[in-house]
């Protein structure tokens, strides 16, 4: 059986020596110290090419479920090839939910918080914030724990580890009661709700906004928790099939397969989903409103800014989009979150807002996305580790405090580089 890999956004592949499923500890080991140069890889649903293993490729799909559960305390420790969405439904049978989750389930639970994802909200953490403790196998094979009281300069780094310190095995996380949400998103207008942002995310408990870039028509999202008495009226089997699956996957879909197969028609064809915009609101539990499916595939790029230059950023990539020689076709993402600790985090040290922006696979980007980086790197901006940017160690190191800490540890634990890889060799420097 072959070998060969590539990412969801078939932007990174791979060609390892062997790929191995370990389902267990001693197997993870033992993969690990039987060769010179090793990567874990999850979902594969970064689009950097973080995962791509040039020696043995470690696929942990055969290491999965919850493991042990502390209710008093709503830690829940779960093995790392668990997928958010397994994750999910695991917690919703147990009357426990994570706080807050990105709009993708689909990746493994060590690789969305190594990689640093998060969901929105002003005054909520990136997925890496809620890990109590971590255990890893380090390249000598030693497993070891790490928490904030024991070892807790691995802690620091293992939390946003990119999968260079060795290869996590269990993650403890702080979760909450089960809860719902209700959810209200509407159609409006960029200068409108930037305007009014700063209130919007003091308001609501989570709040983002999608903007269709070659006009200034947004979908607004603002998701907010319910008492736990209150009334949930969820959309219908088949309202929800038809709101995500037809009309977000399959029309989308269409429109940007035309777009790509008709260049010329992407500005109009932006402008035109921008504005057939309609509000939908309802109630549900957590994890069915913060994700949905995601079934056009694109390529991506993400920055971390800090909270002050948001408007100022949006108003030059405006500027920029109506200069690019070629179209954009899928909304750019705006999200927030609060100050964190977490040494690789990208919201360390400061509130932070998101801003994403997409193409459709297949259509030119390289403009638009290095026209982005440069506003974005002009305010300090850090790129999200699992998304596309051209950024080096010499740059990163001036952007994270601890960036120096974070290769001492790491050299530490892997003086050989067996975890490394090209992309990490670019982003943190050789060992």
Not at 161 to 174: F, M, Y
Not at 222 to 229: G, I, K, V
Not at 234 to 247: C, D, H, I, K
Request: proline share 5%.
């Amino acid at each position: 059986m072959g070998t060969s890999w590539t990412n969801w956004s078939r932007t990174a592949f791979a060609n390892p020596q062997r790929v191995e499923h370990p389902a267990s500890v001693e197997a993870i080991v033992e993969a690990v110290t039987s060769a010179p140069a090793v990567r874990p890889r999850g979902s594969g649903h970064s689009f950097t090419g973080i995962a791509v293993a040039p020696g043995v490729a470690v696929d942990l799909d055969a290491w999965t479920g919850v493991v042990d559960v502390d209710r008093d305390a709503c830690l829940v420790t779960v093995r790392s090839g668990t997928t958010l969405r397994e994750l999910n439904a695991a917690l919703d049978r147990l009357g426990l939910a994570l706080p807050n989750l990105g709009d993708i389930d689909a990746q493994t639970v060590a690789g969305a918080v190594s990689t640093g994802t998060h969901g929105t909200g002003a005054e909520l953490g990136g997925l890496a914030t809620l890990v109590a403790a971590l255990e890893l196998v380090l390249a000598d094979g030693s497993v070891v724990r790490c928490s904030a009281t024991e070892r807790p300069d691995l802690f620091s780094a293992a939390r946003v580890g990119l999968g260079a310190l060795g290869i996590i095995t269990t993650l403890t996380l702080r979760c909450v009661p089960a809860f719902a949400l209700h959810a209200c998103e509407s159609p409006g207008r960029l200068d409108a709700v930037l305007e009014e942002f700063d209130a919007l995310t003091a308001a609501e408990d989570h709040v983002e906004f999608h903007w269709f870039p070659h006009g200034d028509h947004v979908i607004v999202k603002r998701n907010n928790r319910l008492p736990a008495d209150a009334e949930r009226r969820p959309l219908s089997a088949l309202r929800r099939f038809y709101e995500y699956e037809v009309v977000e996957n399959a029309a989308f879909g269409l429109v940007c397969h035309l777009a790509r197969a008709v260049p010329s028609t992407t500005r109009r064809l932006n402008r035109v989903c921008g504005s057939l915009v309609s509000e939908r609101v309802y109630d549900d539990v957590s994890h069915r409103v913060f994700t949905t499916p995601r079934r056009v595939r694109f390529v991506e790029t993400e920055y971390a800014l800090p909270r002050e230059a948001l408007h100022g950023v949006l108003r030059e990539l405006r500027s920029a989009v109506a200069r690019l020689d070629h179209g954009v076709i899928v909304p750019v993402e705006v999200r927030v979150a609060r100050a964190d600790d977490v040494w690789l985090s990208t919201a360390h040290g400061r509130d932070t807002a998101y801003v994403a922006v997409h193409q459709f696979l297949g259509m030119p980007y390289r403009q638009y996305f290095d026209t982005f980086e440069q506003i974005a790197c002009s305010v300090g901006g850090r790129p999200h580790w699992g998304k596309m940017h051209s950024l080096d160690a010499a740059v990163l190191r001036e952007r994270y405090p601890h960036f120096d800490d974070f290769r001492r540890v790491r050299a530490a634990v892997d003086p050989e580089g067996r975890f490394t890889n090209p992309y990490l060799d670019r982003v943190l420097g050789r060992v």
